[in-house]
């Protein structure tokens, strides 16, 4: 059945996505306390480190539109205080690892948006983690638009220590990342946010987003091989998220409709393999979440468990080799979808 959602033809796909999100409840959280927090390992300097994951309680993403993003959900009802954000920071930190780690920011939106995080906030924040000798690098996401010369300068001046900025690049399409996506910036504005942080000493990770809705699944797959060539000149680490189903999402709809089927893992290895063989020096990652689940990237059920895998081994080892013998009777099916789903115009050939 086509995609048939409550919009005329006029209506934007912005419009689509908030009326979608109008219909979500909110869940309450203590303002004081972050949405989430774990530890976890990654990749530093070649070598595998301790980390921990902080997603803040913010007042969310002011873009909020996009077609696969149920993190909105995540954001406080009335705008966390400095000193609310200060005491999340605080929670966060009591579960650290003992030895070194690397700290991963994440807001539901963006932690260079001073009205998500006030300048007095993250530079209040940056400075407890530089004086922290157990960290080694911050990271931290945010859309391009609020990386400018004087974010990037201040949050490095405040930190002393690596630091990088996490863009959710997506695509290198501007087509895709519009008319899929609704992303709302274009690639030259990752470009120059790219060189923004660079020039004050950041680096810089990208993360490009397997099969979006409306593609089908050979489109998206060369899409993402064409996205990390070109986004490999500016962006050190290039993360390749795997689109999964969110709730209260247009892909969400999309999915409950059979309209949208998330990508198959033999996809994301090949992703891995094409795009780490033109590009050496990129560290190319990827973190399945939800394989082997419907809503999740998935193959036949029987492998998925073994291909997850083989991509969490790649990231950490950077080796395509640990794709050698992978196989699959499915693996052959995936063939036929990738060449078929041409004719279905991004309809699921399976689902
Ligand atoms: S910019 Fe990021 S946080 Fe904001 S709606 Fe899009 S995917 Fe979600
Ligand atoms: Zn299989």
């Known amino acids: 059945m086509p995609l048939k959602l409550s919009m005329k033809n006029t209506m934007s796909l912005t419009s689509v996505v908030r009326e979608i999100r109008q219909k979500q409840k909110i869940k309450f959280n203590p303002p004081d306390?972050?949405?989430?927090?774990?530890?976890?390992k990654d990749l530093f300097d070649g070598k595998l480190i301790n980390s921990l994951t902080i997603i803040f309680q913010t007042s969310g993403c002011r873009w909020n539109s996009c077609a696969m993003c149920g993190y909105v959900y995540d954001s406080a009802r009335t705008p966390p205080s400095h000193d609310d954000l200060i005491k999340q920071f605080e929670n966060a930190m009591s579960r650290c690892p003992?030895?070194?780690?690397?700290?991963?920011?994440?807001?539901?939106?963006?932690?260079?948006?001073?009205?998500?995080?006030s300048g007095e906030t993250r530079k209040e924040i940056l400075s407890r983690l530089g004086k922290d000798d157990r960290i080694k690098k911050v990271i931290a996401e945010t859309r391009p638009e609020y990386v400018t010369p004087e974010r990037s300068d201040e949050a490095i001046a405040a930190l002393g220590k690596p630091f990088e900025v996490a863009i959710g690049l997506?695509?290198?399409?501007?087509?895709?990342r519009k008319d899929c996506i609704n992303k709302g910036f274009t690639f030259a504005d990752f470009v120059m946010a790219s060189e923004d942080a660079k020039a004050a000493g950041a680096s810089v990770k990208a993360y490009l987003m397997l099969k979006p809705p409306f593609l089908s699944e050979g489109v998206a797959l060369n899409d993402m091989v064409r996205s990390i060539n070109d986004a490999a000149p500016y962006a050190g680490t290039i993360s390749v998220n795997l689109c999964n189903v969110q709730k209260g999402t247009l892909v969400d709809e999309m999915f409950e409709r059979g309209d949208y089927r998330p990508p198959w893992l033999w996809s994301a290895v090949e992703v891995l393999k094409t795009g780490?063989?033109?590009?050496?020096?990129?560290?190319?990652?990827?973190?399945?979440?939800?394989?082997g689940s419907a809503r999740g990237p998935h193959n036949c059920r029987i492998c998925d468990r073994d291909v997850a895998e083989a991509i969490r081994v790649f990231s950490v080892a950077q080796d395509v080799s640990v794709f050698e013998g992978l196989d699959c009777e499915c693996r052959e099916l995936w063939k036929k979808v990738v060449e078929l789903e041409e004719f279905t115009f991004g309809a699921p050939f399976l689902i």
């Open 33 to 40: 306390r972050p949405t989430a927090v774990w530890t976890g």
């Open 170 to 176: 997506e695509t290198s399409s501007d087509m895709i």
């Open 98 to 117: 003992e030895e070194e780690f690397m700290v991963k920011i994440f807001t539901s939106g963006s932690f260079l948006d001073d009205c998500e995080i």
């Open 276 to 291: 780490k063989a033109s590009n050496p020096g990129t560290i190319l990652m990827s973190d399945p979440v939800a394989a």
